[in-house]
């Protein structure tokens, strides 16, 4: 079994300005990465966000861009360093891998879809896949009050 989750929300305005709020990082650092995005999500790229509740940049490597309709990416998993019985600290590092698809809809609006999988099947990577999941419904809350009604929901929440 593979820990994965996806979450949908529907923006009010076309695919080609949703998707471009996500893969330019002045757009992106408007609502979501509060700390900054550093790079344009493109194939092969690697970018880096930053985000004021989770200092410091964390690297994202671009896998896959089809621009209007897909992302692909993969990022470092957020579940911590795991202890053997001896309490040592045995973690090695993995990556998770995001996967956004935007779809055009018949009245005029996109649907986002944001899909995430990867983590190691511990009690650790499972409470990391539920902070991830709320993160990034937390994303779609933003872009869509960004893109709608010009508000920036983060502004100020963690910091």
Request: aromatic share 12%; glycine share 10%.
């Amino acid at each position: 079994m593979d820990l994965t989750f996806r979450v949908t929300a529907r923006i009010a305005k076309p695919v080609s300005e949703v998707f471009e709020a996500v893969a330019n990082p002045d757009q992106l650092s408007q609502y979501f990465t509060t700390g900054g995005a550093k790079g344009r999500l493109e194939t092969g790229a690697t970018v880096y966000w930053d985000f004021a509740d989770f200092p410091g940049a964390f690297p994202v490597w671009v896998i896959e861009v089809v621009p209007n309709q897909k992302i692909v990416f993969e990022w470092e998993a957020n579940d911590g360093p795991p202890e053997n019985a001896d309490n040592l600290v045995t973690h090695v590092g993995y990556k998770t891998q995001v996967t956004m698809t935007f779809e055009g809809l018949d009245d005029g609006r996109t649907l986002v879809a944001i899909e995430e999988h990867g983590w190691k099947q511990t009690e650790v990577g499972l409470r990391a896949s539920y902070g991830n999941c709320q993160g990034w419904t937390q994303m779609q809350c933003a872009l869509k009050a960004w893109l709608d009604h010009g508000l920036n929901l983060r502004e100020g929440m963690f910091k």
